[in-house]
């Protein structure tokens, strides 16, 4: 069964770096041709992809967010991060990992406020 | 970047009723298109995938399409559960994008 989690602070202020986890299970991201992507949503509005990180370690990013984003994974393959830096309310969303490899998979998403 | 340009942004129809939505991919994506389904303060769910192969577990009255850079969801027998916000994405190129959503209300 596959499943993905994410985790984060909640809240945090603007100027910060937001950091992200992606727990997942059911599958390795050192098969070949497996993708895990991050994807967010603000309240109300529609998807945002930011960033993709796949088997071989090759990372993707999203051209506006490039500069602010790094995505990396552990050695284990079972879980794949996302720092933001310099973060503003612009990036308050529901922030969701996801399997971009056939079959897709969400994880259920992490809400995050950035907020003085 | 490849624009999704999804519409209708709302749409209501009956009950029973067969509702299209429609997303216009702005260069070829090869197929390469899903179609989710949200529910309010769900992750979305996949329904479609490769623009027409239905993904397990989704009941057959969701169908997939395409005709050139234009891809189709077509939802018959519509019924109250369906209710919801669909969305497409290209997984053809990076960065992956979205179309804007389609609400689907009852009327």
């Known amino acids: 069964q596959v499943t993905l989690k994410e985790s984060g602070p909640g809240m945090l202020q603007p100027s910060k770096t937001l950091s992200l986890t992606c727990s997942f299970s059911g599958f390795s991201l050192s098969t070949s041709g497996m993708v895990v992507s991050w994807i967010r949503q603000p309240s109300g509005k529609s998807l945002e992809w930011l960033a993709a990180?796949?088997?071989?370690?090759?990372?993707y990013y999203n051209p506006s967010l490039k500069s602010r984003l790094t995505v990396s994974k552990d050695t284990s393959n079972t879980q794949v991060f996302l720092k933001i830096t310099s973060v503003d309310i612009a990036d308050t969303a529901t922030y969701y990992c996801?399997?971009?490899?056939?079959?897709?998979?969400w994880g259920q998403g992490v809400m995050v406020t950035v907020s003085s | 970047d490849i624009q999704m340009t999804q519409s209708p942004a709302s749409l209501s129809a009956s009950l029973g009723e067969t509702v299209t939505i429609e997303c216009l991919a702005s260069?070829?994506?090869?197929?390469?298109l899903a179609w989710y389904q949200q529910k309010p303060g769900k992750s979305p769910q996949l329904l479609i995938y490769?623009?027409?192969s239905l993904q397990d577990g989704v009941p057959s009255r969701f169908s997939g399409s395409e005709s050139g850079t234009q891809y189709s969801l077509e939802i018959n027998s519509l019924q109250s559960e369906d209710a919801v916000t669909y969305f497409c994405?290209?997984?053809?190129?990076?960065?992956?994008?979205f179309g804007s959503g389609t609400k689907l209300e009852i009327k």
């Open positions: 996801a399997r971009s490899t056939h079959p897709y998979y």
């Open positions: 260069e070829d994506i090869y197929s390469n």
């Open positions: 990180i796949d088997w071989d370690g090759d990372k």
């Open positions: 490769d623009a027409s």
């Open positions: 994405q290209q997984h053809h190129d990076y960065p992956f994008t």
